[in-house]
């Protein structure tokens, strides 16, 4: 079956810095990916979707400054967050859509984030 | 817009009891509806899924579901729950088939198993 991974899958940064999370599909093409939000004990808070060759397109009240993406190939799709703070501190899931003929996303197991 | 309100934030069952987790969507088309179940510091895994057709729908794990459209609601049950059923579960609605459009989530159940 279709298989997304996320790397680091723990990142723990001081504040201020940039971190850099990975989504890949392993096994098929991308030409999109959702990347979701999760705070502590709450909800996946859709943040953004990844479009290999163009632009992300953000959700309202998304900074785009703040979390910058780029989906630089068809397996890959990347989300920066510049300038880390605490309030930052998310578990940061990707999504990459329905494959031709099936009809459900596929998750990657998530990057959990603490900015210190 | 679409909308999911999972009512209960917290339930505890005992184990081999009988079990049924709430959710409410708000969407003006034919939605796709999703639960999920998120063990802790684990990804997604999807339990079962709507789209058409009959309204009672299987999982896995033993969890079934039923679309009341009526009531706009898709409640996940299950007959006798298992220690390790104990997670948080999620309640999705996408606008196109499959979630293609990314998903809305509610904000979850948090399951308790008493021995």
């Known amino acids: 079956g279709a298989v997304v991974s996320q790397h680091p899958s723990r990142v723990i940064c001081k504040s201020g810095t940039s971190v850099k999370i990975e989504c890949r599909s392993l096994d098929f093409q991308a030409t999109t990916m959702f990347w979701y939000r999760q705070f502590p004990k709450q909800s996946l808070m859709l943040m953004a979707t990844?479009?290999?060759?163009?632009?992300?397109?953000?959700e309202q009240g998304v900074e785009k400054d703040k979390f910058l993406i780029n989906h630089a190939s068809l397996t890959l799709s990347t989300l920066t967050v510049t300038s880390a703070h605490p309030e930052d501190s998310s578990f940061y899931i990707c999504?990459?859509?329905?494959?031709?003929?099936?009809?459900?996303?596929?998750f990657g197991p998530g990057t959990r984030l603490t900015v210190l | 817009a679409q909308s999911v309100t999972q009512p209960d934030i917290h339930i505890t069952v005992s184990e081999g009891a009988s079990l049924e987790l709430r959710c409410n969507y708000s969407y003006g088309a034919t939605p796709y509806l999703f639960w999920y179940v998120q063990s802790p510091g684990q990804g997604l895994q999807l339990l079962l899924k709507y789209f058409s057709g009959d309204t009672l729908v299987q999982g896995i794990k033993g969890f079934e579901a039923e679309f009341k459209r009526s009531q706009s609601s898709f409640n996940l049950r299950k007959p006798s729950v298992h220690w390790s059923d104990a997670a948080e579960y999620f309640c999705?609605?996408?606008?196109?088939?499959?979630?293609?459009?990314?998903?809305?989530f509610g904000k979850g159940t948090h399951l308790i198993i008493q021995p």
């Open positions: 999705a609605v996408g606008a196109e088939w499959g979630g293609a459009d990314g998903l809305t």
């Open positions: 999504s990459a859509p329905p494959l031709a003929g099936t009809d459900t996303q596929y």
């Open positions: 990844s479009n290999e060759g163009s632009k992300a397109t953000y």
